[in-house]
Each structure stands twice: as structure tokens, then as C-alpha cells.
């Protein structure tokens, strides 16, 4: 159920959501939610801050109703929203403790979080059991859905199927004589997955195409001077990698020096959230995937305006997709339980947004977010793949030749498992 | 042929950066018999430091060779400064407790020094790459090299040269072999042990901090990073025999070799390959390789 502090004022809620552009907030609701990323760890820098920052902001423009059009109205489902931030670190039976403490002690009533699959996995059983709304809004893996049903859980960001679809697919689009491809992918389930999809689809696109090299690289390892040697005598057309954080960088640094980005360009499905960071050390060339339009590649949109320039304003440097995934994670909550308040006339309880958030599709920053599969629980989006180029002229690093993937040309359909559907040679996929 | 040499190269390399890390690390066992988890810190504040000087001096415009003094004069100064703080407050009133005891407060240093490092340098990361790409690459065949990890395989060797001249050819290292030895017959004999443990603990915190600086170049700086290092250095330690200074240079080739051979040719064993040959080298000579079952020595 939802946690007011106070009892509801349902007439005045009333009032407030069938009133657009309403402007005075109930401050006296208010509802925990509790927010789950790394704050500490390797994975914090990259990840973890950028999605607490873009929690932060969000929140407030929620609470404050700052934000554009939809999302102009205060609160979710009038109530105003109290952040309970946590730390992902720690390992999943760690976020299994973490998440029975902000249920039971803390009584927040919904949780926005988790960045890892390893911590998805792990909580979302859990989150049945507690009966609490739970928005997965980053973790990549699509077992979530595909092994278990679950009635509390939703994931608002597209599982990295899409990812590895659009990268193979950008790849063959925008490349001429691709004869043979490698891998380096970190060794966890991301990395291999990842790996997995990619070759799967290029099977299928590019049959004759050889793979090489499969290096799998322990996560967070730093040194890759032998996988970059191994790579350069591979005689390879291409390289995939879903390297991410400070293995990326530490990756484009050993691989620049050594000529491989001349050797064998690089694609790479993160590549957009180091793209502002290192600006003229991207080589040229490289091909940059943000896990969805988001960053550099997103549609532009009032909403992606008011975001980027509030992010920039607020921290002082420009969001990327884990940004873009923590906001999203909150839009889709707060697209839901509008949208239940508005049926109720008065604030709604769990079942309501629960209902209300399956089959939703709402506009994201950057995208339009559709709840398609799982049962509506699962969201797919469109994505897209550019090309990296840092403009000498201007100083500032640009994204060409970008092309977009309609969210049915990159997800599998609805009641089939990414692999069967991969597998199968991804039959129904309607491209542009 | 290419493999082989790139195998070897690549295998030089890799056992050049682990070797800088691990030899504070079997120094400070073999004279203090403390497994030091802090190095893992040491690591990190050096890389850190590191990589913020190389930045603030990438903006005077002033030659990229001064980016190697940085990593040198940092290290140094980062690890006397550390070194010695831990040393004198967390390390001293604890010499009379258990080897376990001691090995818990590293491992409480290493969790604090960790977070006071995030205190300062926050969560991002940082880049030092300047003098990696200002050296450029030398081409052999297909293979491409960097000059930068020829330096450093040259700086390794060096360092390894360096601290075995000290252990056998310098007043300071003879003392030192004799508090390895006995510690109290050293003490009656007029050795300042407590002085030469201070020495040693400092000696040891500027080698971890070397490691760090050496590397930032080639990485992204970032929070977390000492303690992968840490692993790795422990087991090269572990393989070539705590305390041994050629135990560790051996142990380095072996685990540089092993993996570079692993990612050239079973990629899929890359991440076993390392702790195999330890536990290989264990099983054969639990003692590991170069430490003798009597008597320690460095």
C-alpha cells in the first residue's frame, strides 16, 4: 500500500489531478521511496552517481511540478515523494536485507533502484513476498522476466538484448566488409550475454563472418595489454565490446596507444557515456550505443531539453543513460500512479498503480518507454548507434550517421525469450 | 611464431606491473611478518596522486617528460607520508599482538583509507595519460608495443636490481637480515628494530604508492582499483614466497607468462590460469618457491 504520513485529503487529491498544471503540491503527503544504486565501489563513478544525481533532480522537479508537459503536475498520485537512498553495494544478500529494511522499518512505498542483474535477480522474489512495487531501471539482464513472473516488479529500461541487436545491426548498416569479428566482454553475466547476443545476430545478418577472438577479461581487471595484442594479430573487421566505466576508458587508453582502433574499429554499447568524458581520445570512427537514445543520441524533445540543461546546471556535467534510466524509472512510476489517481479521483493504492503501470507506455527523456512484454511489466523502447567523431573545428565531440531502430526491430516480441527469438532469426522484427 | 612473441612480450609486461606492486608487499612481510592489506591503499592513493598532479601539470605546457618525475617524486612523497602515519599510530601499538590481529588492522587501514581517498578525490575518475601516449609505440611485424611498457618492464627490472643490491651489498641491508633472522638477537646486539621497522614499513608504502603512480597513465583512475591489485599482488607474493624479493620477480613472470599465454591461446582459462599456478606451486612447496622453511629472508 501506499505509506502517507498523513491521512489522505482524497477530496482535495481529487481536485489536484483532474486539475492540469495544478500548482500547489499537498506537502502534508508525502510517500517513501526508497532508492537503490551504487554509492560506493568501482561501479558508483560511472553508474551509481550519475543515477543518484539524476534521482535527486527528478524527485525535486517532481515534487515542485517543474517539470514540462505530462509531468507538470506535483507529486506521484499528488503525493510528494521522500527519498530514502541506499547503497547497491555490498552483493545481492546484502540488497535482499537492504530491501526488507526499507520495507519494514523504513515503510517506503514503492523502490526505485538497482543497477546490477546479480541484485535484480536476487530482490525481485523479494519484492513479491513484501508485496512492495519494485522499478528495476537498469540492470540489463533478460532473465528477470523470461525465468520468473513477478506482479510488483517492472522494469522501465529495455533489457540488453536491444543493445547487442542494435549494435550488430549498425554495424552491417554502416560497414563494408565485415569478414571476421571479435569479442572482449568482461566476464560476468553481462559481458557474456552481451557477447552471446551480438555473435547470435551477426550469425544471421553475416553468416560468412568469422569470429575470431572471444576474450572475456575479468570485470574491473584495468591491464589489457595481451587481449589488445591477441586482437591486433587477429585479423579481425570489427570489434564488439560492452566494456563499462573505468574498464572502458582504461581500454580506450591501452588501445589508442597501440594503433588498435586503426586496425579494427570499435563497437562499443556503452561507448556514448565516455564519449564527453574523453572527447578527442574516442578515436574517430568508433561506434557508440547508450543503451537506448539517451545522452548524445537522444531524440530531441522538450522534456530531453529541460533535463539535460537541469543535470548540467545542477552538477555541473552532462547526464548519461544511467541518468536517463533513473529518470525514466520515475517517470514510468509517476506516469502510472497519475494515471490510477486520475481513474480513482483520489490516491491510489499498490494494486491501482500496479494496474495501471502494466501495458503503460509513457514518454521518457529522450524516448517513448512502451511496458510491452512480461506481461506489461517489461518495458522496449526504440534505440540507436552513431558513429563518434570529435569536431578539431569546434572543440566538442559529435555523434554522426546516427540511426535510430524502432523498438519492435530490436526486442523480441511479447510471450518469447530473447534467445529462442535470437536463435530463431528474430522473426517479426520490424525494422525501419 | 607472432603468438609466441607476443606471448612473451605481453607476458614481461604484465609481470613488470605486478612485480612493482607485490615487492612492498614482500617487503614488509619479510622483515615485519605483517600480511599488509593497506598496500592495496597505498596502490590507490599513489595512482590517485598520480593522475591529479599529471593533470594539473598537463595544463602548464610544460614537457611531458616532467609527467615521469610526477610519478616518481608523488609516489614517494604519498608513501613517506602514509607509510609512516600508519606505522606510527595504527601499526606500533600493535606490534606485540598476534600476526592475525595485525593482518585486521591493515584490513581496517585499507577500509579507511579507502573511503578517506573518496573524501578527497570523490567518486569519478581521473585520467593521467599523457606521458603513456607522449612515448608512442615501436612496430614489430603485426605486433604493435608500447613504449611505455617497455619502460616500464625496463623500470621493474631495475627496481628489482635495485632492492637486491640494498639486502646484500648495503650496511642497511645487513641489518636488516638480521632482524629477518632474529629479532631479538638483533635488538642485544644494539639494532634499533623499531627504526628499521619504521624504515621498512615506509620503503614498503612508496613501492605500493610506485605501483599506483606507474599505472595511472594507462588507466582510468577510479574508486576501487586497490583492491583487485591487492589479490593478484598477494598471490605473486604467495608463489614466489613471502618475503623473497626474487621469489616475487619470479612468481611475476610466472603469473605474467601463465596469463599471457592463457588470453593468446584459451582465453576461457584466463581468469583460472593465475590462481592455478599458485595453487600448483603450493601444492609442490607449500613454503612457496624461494622461502626457506627455517629461516625467512628478503
Given amino acids: 500500500m501506499w505509506k502517507f504520513n498523513s491521512a489522505v485529503k482524497a477530496g482535495s487529491l481529487a481536485a489536484l489531478v483532474s486539475v492540469a498544471g495544478a500548482t500547489a503540491p499537498m506537502a502534508q503527503d508525502t510517500m517513501k521511496v526508497g532508492v537503490v544504486a551504487f554509492l560506493t565501489g568501482g561501479a558508483s563513478g560511472p553508474f551509481g552517481i550519475p543515477a ?76 513479491e513476498e513484501l508485496k512492495v512495487l519494485t522499478v528495476l531501471f537498469d540492470c540489463g539482464t533478460p532473465r528477470i522476466f523470461e525465468e520468473s513472473d513477478y506482479h510488483y516488479v517492472f522494469r522501465t529500461a529495455p533489457h540488453a538484448t536491444m543493445d547487442n541487436v542494435g549494435a550488430a545491426r549498425y554495424a552491417m548498416d554502416s560497414m563494408d ?162 494515471k490510477a489517481a486520475a481513474a480513482k479521483g483520489s490516491a491510489p493504492d499498490t494494486e491501482e498503480t500496479i494496474a495501471a503501470f502494466e501495458g503503460l507506455e509513457f514518454e521518457a527523456i529522450g524516448s517513448t518507454v512502451k511496458m510491452s512484454l512480461a506481461g506489461g511489466h517489461q518495458a522496449i523502447s526504440e534505440t540507436a548507434y552513431g558513429t563518434f567523431k570529435f569536431n578539431k573545428e569546434t572543440g566538442t565531440p559529435e555523434i554522426t550517421n546516427v540511426v535510430r531502430y524502432a523498438a519492435e526491430c530490436v526486442n523480441p516480441p511479447a510471450g518469447q525469450s530473447s534467445v529462442d527469438w535470437l536463435k530463431a532469426g528474430m522473426p517479426g522484427a520490424t525494422c525501419n | 611464431m607472432l603468438t609466441l612473441m607476443a606471448i612473451i612480450i605481453d607476458g614481461l609486461v604484465y609481470a613488470s606491473w605486478v612485480f612493482v606492486v607485490a615487492l612492498g608487499l614482500t617487503l614488509i612481510f619479510g622483515v615485519m611478518k605483517i600480511l599488509n592489506v593497506a598496500h592495496g591503499a597505498f596502490y590507490s592513493f599513489g595512482a590517485y596522486g598520480a593522475a591529479s598532479l599529471i593533470g594539473l601539470y598537463s595544463q602548464t605546457g610544460l614537457p611531458v617528460a616532467g609527467g615521469f618525475a610526477i610519478i616518481i617524486f608523488s609516489a614517494i612523497g604519498i608513501g613517506l607520508v602514509l607509510g609512516f602515519a600508519l606505522e606510527r599510530v595504527l601499526l606500533r601499538p600493535m606490534y606485540d599482538h598476534d600476526e592475525v590481529v595485525l593482518v585486521l588492522v591493515t584490513y581496517s587501514a585499507f577500509l579507511m583509507m579507502e573511503d578517506v581517498l573518496r573524501l578527497i578525490w570523490g567518486s569519478g ?59 631479538e638477537m638483533a635488538t642485544s646486539f644494539g639494532v634499533n628494530v623499531v627504526k628499521v621497522f619504521v624504515i621498512t614499513f615506509v620503503l614498503g608504502a612508496i613501492l605500493g604508492a610506485l605501483g599506483g603512480a606507474v599505472t595511472a597513465p594507462k588507466v582510468s583512475v577510479t574508486p576501487g582499483m586497490g583492491v583487485e591489485v591487492i589479490v593478484l599482488a598477494f598471490a605473486v607474493v604467495a608463489i614466489g614466497g613471502m618475503g623473497s624479493i626474487t621469489g616475487a620477480m619470479i612468481g611475476a613472470v610466472m603469473v605474467g607468462l601463465a596469463r599471457a599465454a592463457a588470453v593468446h591461446l584459451f582465453p576461457e582459462i584466463e581468469l583460472f590460469v593465475i590462481y592455478a599456478v599458485m595453487a600448483g606451486v603450493l601444492a609442490w612447496r607449500p613454503e612457496g618457491l624461494f622461502t626457506r622453511v627455517q629461516a625467512r629472508k628478503i
Fill in chain 1, 177 to 338: 566488409g565485415i569478414t571476421a569479428y571479435a569479442g572482449l566482454n568482461q566476464n560476468y553475466a553481462w559481458g557474456q550475454d552481451s557477447w552471446r547476443d551480438f555473435t547470435y545476430v551477426m550469425k544471421q545478418l553475416n553468416p560468412d563472418a568469422k569470429i575470431t577472438k572471444e576474450l572475456f577479461p575479468k570485470i574491473f581487471a584495468g591491464e589489457y595489454g595481451a587481449e589488445i595484442s591477441a586482437l591486433l594479430i587477429s585479423r579481425s573487421s570489427v570489434l564488439h565490446s560492452s566494456f563499462w566505466g573505468g574498464d572502458l576508458e582504461s581500454l580506450i587508453f591501452q588501445a589508442t596507444a597501440r594503433g588498435l582502433p586503426q586496425r579494427l574499429p570499435m563497437i562499443l554499447t556503452t561507448g556514448e557515456t565516455v564519449a564527453s568524458r574523453l572527447a578527442d581520445k574516442l578515436p574517430d570512427g568508433t561506434i557508440v550505443g547508450a543503451r537506448g537514445p539517451h545522452g548524445m543520441l537522444a531524440n530531441d524533445s522538450a522534456l530531453n531539453t529541460w533535463f539535460r540543461e537541469a543535470y548540467v546546471k545542477r552538477f555541473g556535467e552532462e547526464p548519461t543513460y544511467p541518468s536517463y534510466h533513473m529518470a525514466q524509472g520515475f517517470l514510468g512510476l509517476k506516469s502510472a500512479a497519475d
Fill in chain 1, 52 to 127: 543518484r544525481n539524476a534521482a535527486e533532480l527528478i524527485i525535486d522537479a517532481i515534487n515542485n511540478g517543474d517539470m514540462p508537459g505530462a509531468y507538470a503536475t506535483p507529486g506521484i498520485g499528488g503525493a510528494q515523494i521522500e527519498p530514502v537512498y541506499v547503497d547497491e553495494a555490498g552483493g545481492s544478500t546484502t540488497q535482499v536485507t537492504e530491501m526488507r529494511k526499507l520495507v519494514q522499518q523504513q515503510g517506503v512505498g514503492a523502490i526505485v533502484g538497482y543497477i546490477s542483474s546479480g541484485s535484480c535477480l536476487a530482490v525481485a522474489p523479494v519484492a
Fill in chain 2, 125 to 183: 575518475a581521473y585520467f593521467a595519460y599523457q606521458p603513456f601516449v607522449a612515448v608512442g609505440f615501436v612496430e614489430i611485424g603485426e605486433m604493435v608495443i608500447s613504449n611505455y611498457d617497455l619502460l616500464l618492464v625496463g623500470f621493474a627490472f631495475s627496481l628489482g636490481a635495485a632492492g637486491w643490491w640494498l639486502l646484500t651489498h648495503s650496511r642497511f641491508g645487513h641489518i636488516l637480515t638480521a632482524v629477518i633472522h632474529d629479532r
